[in-house]
């Protein structure tokens, strides 16, 4: 009997997570339910003061930094890179997204390190400043050195 009854509730319980997962995939009524858009809006995820920084940072020499040092004496004001120097890349722009669109702002921010020995907040500002150039919108969310945000969803858009 208590066999019985085990295989009872079992079948009990598949019958109801089934309609469960009907209606979760229906709407209650009958109407099928449409898949959310992707939002129009992308996530901010660095604010307005880390991007201010980082802009200053990009047109100012550094202290303890080679003179001459500035990104924009290399990457120039428009991050445009220099063209035919493949170590001076561009920052900004449909090949900056190209190679770095799929890439995490993780990614972008070790990058970084190797190049300049900076503060963390002063990496973190660079990478807000370049996400910023490429079209990402500062929010209330500061950006870390542990975010990890696939760049194309936030920039180029």
């Not at 992308?42 to 660095?46: G, K, L, Q, S």
């Given at each position: 009997m208590k066999v019985l009854s085990r295989l009872y509730h079992r079948d009990y319980m598949t019958r109801f997570l089934s309609v469960v997962l009907l209606f979760g995939s229906v709407g209650v009524f009958g109407q099928e339910r449409t898949k959310q858009p992707e939002s129009a809006v992308?996530?901010?995820?660095?604010t307005a003061d880390q991007a201010e920084l980082?802009?200053?940072?990009?047109?100012?020499q550094?202290?303890?930094v080679k003179a001459g040092s500035a990104c924009a004496d290399c990457h120039l004001d428009a991050m445009t890179?220099?063209?035919g120097k493949p170590w001076v890349p561009p920052l900004a722009g449909p090949d900056?997204?190209?190679k770095w669109g799929p890439q995490s702002t993780r990614d972008l921010y070790q990058r970084i390190q190797l190049v300049e020995p900076?503060?963390?907040e002063k990496y973190l500002g660079l990478v807000a400043y370049i996400l910023q150039a490429?079209?990402?919108k500062a929010g209330p969310r500061a950006l870390s050195a542990e975010s990890l945000v696939t760049i194309s969803a936030v920039a180029g858009r």
């Open positions: 992308p996530p901010a995820v660095f980082g802009r200053i940072m990009y047109r100012t550094q202290p303890g890179g220099k063209d900056f997204l190209a900076l503060t963390n490429n079209g990402a």
